[in-house]
């Protein structure tokens, strides 16, 4: 195998979606969605922009995402209490239940993926990670 970075980290990557994939058709949700019932259930009501901005993807591309949501019954668009021109999405009951179930699944692959790490090599290995993103995103904005 080809240990070049960029390669361990696409293979890496594609092996945790491969391994999580089969687990969003079983909940109904699609590529993406778990990470915005992440965030809203962590942050509460958010405006599109914020859930756009958060998940790397632009506008257009979140709003078809919220769209299928909705009619998955995962979340609502609802009025913002602070400006009426507005509309803030919320979770729904059945989008909490199934960002649970996902994050039991995502528990298990992690646990599977650092088999054999240290919790001093599993927090290392979380800096690392954090500060190759972090490096790429002042990159990317400079």
């Given amino acids: 195998m080809e240990?070049?970075?960029h390669m361990l980290l696409y293979r890496t990557f594609h092996a945790q979606r491969n391994?999580?994939?089969p687990h969003l058709g079983e909940l109904g949700l699609g590529a993406g969605q778990p990470k915005v019932l992440g965030y809203l259930l962590r942050n509460g009501a958010s405006?599109?922009?914020?859930?756009?901005?958060?998940?790397?993807?632009?506008?257009?591309?979140?709003?078809r995402?919220?769209?299928?949501?909705?009619?998955g019954g995962f979340v609502e668009r609802q009025p913002s209490k602070?400006?009426?021109?507005?509309e803030e999405i919320v979770v729904?009951?059945?989008?909490?239940?199934?960002?649970?179930?996902w994050q039991g699944y995502c528990r298990e692959m992690e646990e599977q993926m650092l088999?054999?790490?240290?919790?001093e090599e599993r927090a290392r290995f979380a800096d690392y990670l954090g500060r190759a993103y972090r490096n790429l995103?002042?990159?990317?904005?400079?």
Avoid: H, W
Avoid at 65 to 71: A, F, I, K, V
Avoid at 92 to 101: C, I, N
Avoid at 137 to 142: L, P, Q, T, V
């Fill in 115 to 119: 088999a054999g790490f240290s919790q």
């Fill in 65 to 71: 995402m919220l769209d299928s949501m909705q009619r």
């Fill in 82 to 86: 602070s400006n009426r021109r507005c």
């Fill in 19 to 21: 391994a999580l994939r």
């Fill in 3 to 5: 240990r070049t970075f």
């Fill in 92 to 101: 729904t009951d059945r989008g909490r239940e199934a960002y649970e179930v």
């Fill in 47 to 63: 405006r599109q922009r914020q859930l756009a901005e958060y998940c790397e993807i632009d506008p257009a591309a979140i709003f």
């Fill in 137 to 142: 995103k002042g990159r990317e904005e400079a």
